[in-house]
């Protein structure tokens, strides 16, 4: 058994993960497990730059995490920051800031290796698929990674289509987003759902698997509205299936209603009020590319997968020693 945290920072939410790891079973054990809307990515598409309160809001997170992390003892820790922060031209601010509230510099991994994560932790414990492969999807902030594969990755590719940044290029307008979108607003959105479709097909064969896997908030958002849940049950979200036409009615819904009425959904985090329609969108729209008449839902994804990164690495260690 091996104590590891990993901590995920995409361009949304930052994410902690807490667990026992354990090698020769291939389980995971959840100790602490918490997430946090900091919107990092926030005008990052626009101006090329991290903002100062995203910044300080991402660094009161990692004090909270440096707290809990100290207080479980984990042996190491993993910091994997991603498309926000690979975009950033003063990402040095935001690495020097993480280690010296952390101890450990953030990794900032390319498209690639963040879908090889996301794969490893969405697919470990659904096990291998006889004569059939995984097209894992996580649909992020700033970015989505598709990754088709078996007992392995054998193709990966990470696009810039994710909840943020099409929420920030198509329906903000002077600080103001459109409420509701209007017609022509979405369409300029699946406009660039479809191409970056176009560029993940280049390399990822998309409608070769027969199992879809959806990861991320977007569609653990999607799915907890489809069960009916009163408020958020990760339990009952995790593995859950999808069918596709509750995925296209859901998502029509969420286009076309205010921020009132999203806001008024159960399940909704807050931090998703205003951007779960563009995810929504993307996981719809990626449905419909592939031809998946359901998706399975993983609460595991690229933070649990960066958990066994790390077990592995003190398991190595403890090898050569």
Not at 21 to 33: I, K, M, Q, S, Y
Not at 146 to 167: K, Y
Not at 208 to 214: F, Y
Request: glycine fraction near 8%; charge should be negative; hydrophobic fraction near 45%.
């Amino acid at each position: 058994m091996t104590r590891v945290a990993a901590i995920d920072c995409g361009t949304n939410s930052i994410r902690l993960l807490v667990a026992d790891a354990h090698p020769d079973t291939g389980e995971l054990v959840d100790l602490d497990r918490r997430m946090k809307i900091v919107r990092l990515g926030q005008g990052v598409d626009r101006t090329g730059r991290l903002a100062p309160e995203a910044l300080e809001r991402t660094f009161a997170a990692c004090r909270e995490y440096a707290a809990a992390i100290k207080e479980h003892g984990a042996e190491r820790i993993r910091f994997v920051a991603t498309s926000a922060s690979r975009d950033a031209e003063n990402r040095d601010e935001f690495v020097s800031g993480v280690l010296d509230i952390l101890g450990v510099e953030p990794e900032v991994i390319t498209g690639d290796q963040e879908a090889a994560y996301s794969f490893t932790g969405a697919t470990k414990e659904l096990g291998p698929v006889d004569g059939d492969s995984y097209l894992v999807v996580d649909i992020g902030g700033g970015s989505t990674e598709f990754v088709v594969g078996d007992d392995h990755v054998r193709a990966a590719r990470s696009v810039d289509i994710g909840c943020v940044r099409l929420t920030e290029r198509h329906l903000v307008r002077d600080g103001v987003i459109s409420d509701p979108p209007t017609d022509t607003e979405i369409a300029a959105i699946r406009a660039d759902i479809e191409a970056a479709l176009d560029l993940a097909e280049q390399t990822v064969p998309l409608r070769e698997a027969r199992t879809l896997v959806g990861l991320a908030g977007s569609v653990t958002t999607v799915a907890a509205i489809a069960l009916g849940l009163p408020e958020y049950d990760s339990a009952a979200i995790h593995h859950s299936l999808i069918p596709y036409d509750q995925v296209q009615e859901i998502a029509t819904r969420l286009l076309h209603a205010t921020h009132e009425e999203r806001a008024a959904i159960p399940v909704m985090h807050p931090g998703r009020v205003d951007v779960i329609g563009a995810g929504a969108l993307v996981l719809l729209a990626i449905m419909e590319r592939t031809g998946a008449q359901e998706v399975v839902v993983s609460e595991h994804d690229i933070l649990d997968g960066i958990a066994w990164a790390a077990a592995e690495e003190i398991h190595a260690a403890g090898k050569r020693d």
